[in-house]
């Protein structure tokens, strides 16, 4: 059978396209960025989250403590200043509900994890001396110019490895705080911070330190979740554990936060007992 010369250039055409085609589909993916530029992303991206002014919320915590479980609900009021109400969902048998007027515990549910959204380094000049002679003589090369690096304050970081949460694309983080660092104070250990929008899906946290004959451990998970365009707390679980001397208690937590909304005022009252008791 003759083969013209066009069947035989269309047909090696087709195979180079599928060739080609085949190389795009095995393709290597972008290499991941490194470790340090992804926390310092998703420090940028905390630090550019919107607060509302005002949040309410239901909170659910249950507490362990020696075997046993106990359960509470509360209402939440909070206003980006700090200050919270926190109203017991329970009441007495005269009716009255349990009220705290605080910074709400564990947290707000737009407190922001990382770093405490600490600004971006400021940028120091950088003075290029001009080469000069050395004993001999020689004039050393001229230095073109200098890149500065500046590695986290806090932690040394590493990159596990890219994980899914949930569905979602997640850089999975290791952090160790730097020696001259207080652990109790930067405590967290790893972050998965999103691919795409560099947000914080899940940290986990662990300290432990001793003051006096006072010792104990930490331990504690947070989960966020995005709701009408804020990024906040979903879910907390903490454990602790103390010593004094022979003396030692532990307890575990877990925390759900749901039931959001965001007006856009709530009277002052709300926020001071003193005024409060003066409202039915």
């Not at 035989?8 to 589909?25: E, K, N, Q, T």
């Not at 340090?36 to 630090?47: D, G, Q, S, Y």
């Not at 914080?200 to 947070?222: D, F, N, Q, R, Y």
């Not at 030692?248 to 709300?270: A, H, I, R, T, V």
Request: aromatic share 14%; charged share 15%; glycine share 8%.
């Amino acid at each position: 059978m003759t083969v013209s010369r066009n069947h035989l250039a269309i047909s090696l055409a087709a195979v180079a396209a599928m060739a080609m085609s085949a190389y795009v589909a095995v393709a290597d993916p972008a290499p991941a960025p490194d470790a340090l530029t992804i926390l310092r992303k998703a420090e940028a991206t905390a630090r550019n989250n919107a607060d509302p002014p005002y949040t309410v919320y239901d909170m659910h915590e249950i507490f362990i403590h020696h075997g046993h479980q106990f359960t509470y609900d509360y209402h939440v009021w909070y206003r980006a200043d700090g200050k919270g109400l926190m109203q017991g969902a329970g009441s007495d048998r005269q009716g009255h509900h349990e009220q705290r007027f605080q910074y709400p515990f564990p947290f707000a549910p737009d407190i922001n994890i990382l770093l405490y959204a600490t600004p971006p380094p400021t940028p120091v000049p950088v003075i290029i001396a001009s080469p000069s002679p050395d004993a001999s003589g020689h004039t050393s090369p001229p230095l073109i110019g200098v890149t500065a690096i500046t590695a986290n304050r806090y932690y040394s970081v590493t990159l596990v490895g890219l994980e899914d949460y949930q569905g979602h694309s997640v850089y999975h983080l290791a952090l160790l705080p730097q020696p001259s660092v207080d652990e109790k104070a930067h405590p967290w250990k790893d972050l998965w911070v999103d691919t795409d929008t560099f947000e914080v899906w899940k940290a986990h946290a662990s300290a432990s330190g001793s003051k006096g004959p006072l010792s104990g451990v930490i331990e504690g998970t947070a989960e966020f979740q995005p709701v009408n365009g804020f990024w906040l707390l979903s879910h907390v679980t903490g454990y602790g554990a103390g010593h004094f001397g022979f003396i030692s208690d532990s307890g575990q937590y877990e925390y759900f936060f749901s039931g959001f909304d965001f007006p856009n005022s709530l009277p002052d009252w709300y926020f001071d007992p003193n005024l409060f008791r003066h409202h039915p």
